[in-house]
């Protein structure tokens, strides 16, 4: 999948580096070499009742979240919203940010991530 032409990239849907962490599964769409280390885009699907990494920041990172799935409960600073289906969440550097879900289908997120540490 390293993009090494320049030429465009084509990741067809369930492809990509797929990681199994329990109630957590992710899938990692482009990001390092293929996208020359200026972005990330990942796939995250969540069992329903389930929390997750614990509040953090990041120096350098603006973080997009958009909600593929169900309903989450995301954590942006200081207070938890809730987003359905359609929303997105951004993230800028330096924001305490976590998510969750009480729902009972099993939603999804996909993240898109610009930042200087990917370089």
């Known amino acids: 999948m390293t ?3 320049g030429a ?3 990741i067809e849907p369930e492809r990509g580096r797929s990681y199994d962490m329990g109630r957590i599964a992710a899938i990692f769409k482009a990001d390092g070499e293929e996208t020359a280390n200026q972005c990330s ?3 995250w699907w969540i069992e329903p009742n389930t929390k997750g990494f614990g509040a953090h920041s990041h ?3 603006i973080e997009l979240f ?3 799935e169900g309903t989450m409960s995301f954590l942006v600073g200081q207070q938890w919203r809730d987003a359905k289906k359609g929303t997105v969440i951004l993230i800028p550097p330096g924001v305490q940010h976590d998510f969750e879900t009480v729902a009972i289908n099993a ?3 996909s993240t898109f991530t610009l930042a200087d540490h990917l370089r």
């Open 3 to 5: 993009n090494t032409t």
């Open 8 to 10: 465009g990239i084509f």
């Open 41 to 43: 885009v990942s796939e």
């Open 59 to 61: 120096e350098a990172e």
């Open 66 to 68: 958009y909600v593929l």
């Open 107 to 109: 939603p999804a997120f």
